[in-house]
């Protein structure tokens, strides 16, 4: 089984930036391929970004150029820094994890979900 708990967000001005803890703990993590999610106000949950155990990444159009992910495999610890915030950022954002080490965009292949993490982008 695998804990994740997701810290940092808050409200920030468009243009803002913040970042995004995600701690793990449980089982292996360094192995596990790791991914963001949102889910803003009467849409469904979409992908933001992965990445793998080797730190290859895949990240949403939407974000690519202002979003990172990162991964510290000591520490057990995945990061998300989000610069050029804007108010379609706005949204929950969720850690989930995958039980093998392959990238994924969608949803149903995450095995392991936090609560989620509220991030609000004001214009």
């Known amino acids: 089984q695998v804990q994740l708990v997701e810290s940092g967000g808050g409200l920030v001005q468009t243009g803002g930036s913040l970042l995004l803890s995600c701690a793990t703990s449980?089982?292996?993590?360094?192995?596990?391929?790791m991914g963001w999610f949102r889910q803003a106000p009467g849409k469904e949950r979409e992908f933001v970004v992965a990445i793998s155990w080797t730190k290859q990444t895949n990240y949403a159009d939407s974000v690519k150029g202002r979003f990172t992910i990162s991964r510290d495999n000591a520490k057990n610890t995945v990061y998300l820094q989000m610069n050029g915030l804007k108010p379609e950022d706005t949204a929950v954002y969720y850690c989930?994890?995958?039980?093998?080490?392959?990238?994924?965009?969608?949803?149903?292949?995450?095995?392991?979900w936090g609560q989620g993490t509220q991030v609000t982008v004001s214009s």
């Open positions: 989930a994890a995958r039980r093998v080490s392959v990238l994924a965009s969608h949803s149903y292949e995450y095995d392991y």
């Open positions: 449980g089982r292996t993590f360094s192995t596990n391929a």
